[in-house]
């Protein structure tokens, strides 16, 4: 059975960093898409940034883009997303998700993905 937990949510000032991560079981992640998503009240869920277990390749959205940083660990099974620089508009629910297909190079939209962990709360104080 795939599980996905995602861990690392807080309570974090303007300016302030955070590290998520999420923890893969269940099978060998060699060849997937790893992706972190972000869903705030009112708003669709939104691709932050992917990364492949194979190639280590990222895709990585410009409203993060120079602040947050994807990385996969495959001797643990675990990615994780730096949050550097956080703005009271990062606040969200994160999530990551599986990718088993591949079928885009980059996915980024919540439909490529076949399998979600529980997300974990951002909020950002101004």
């Known amino acids: 059975e795939v599980q996905l937990q995602a861990s690392g949510g807080g309570l974090v000032q303007a300016g302030g960093s955070l590290r998520l991560s999420c923890k893969a079981s269940?099978?060998?992640?060699?060849?997937?898409?790893i992706g972190w998503f972000r869903q705030s009240p009112g708003k669709a869920r939104e691709g932050i940034s992917c990364?492949?277990?194979?190639?280590?390749?990222?895709e990585i959205a410009d409203s993060v883009k120079g602040r947050f940083t994807i990385s996969w660990d495959s001797a643990k099974n675990t990615a994780y997303l730096q949050m550097n620089s956080l703005k009271p508009e990062d606040a969200a629910i994160y999530f990551c998700a599986v990718d088993v297909n591949v079928v885009v190079a980059f996915p980024m939209h919540p439909n490529d993905y076949d399998y979600w962990g529980r997300g974990t709360l951002v909020t950002v104080s101004s």
């Open positions: 269940g099978f060998p992640f060699d060849g997937y898409v």
């Open positions: 990364i492949s277990t194979h190639d280590g390749s990222i």
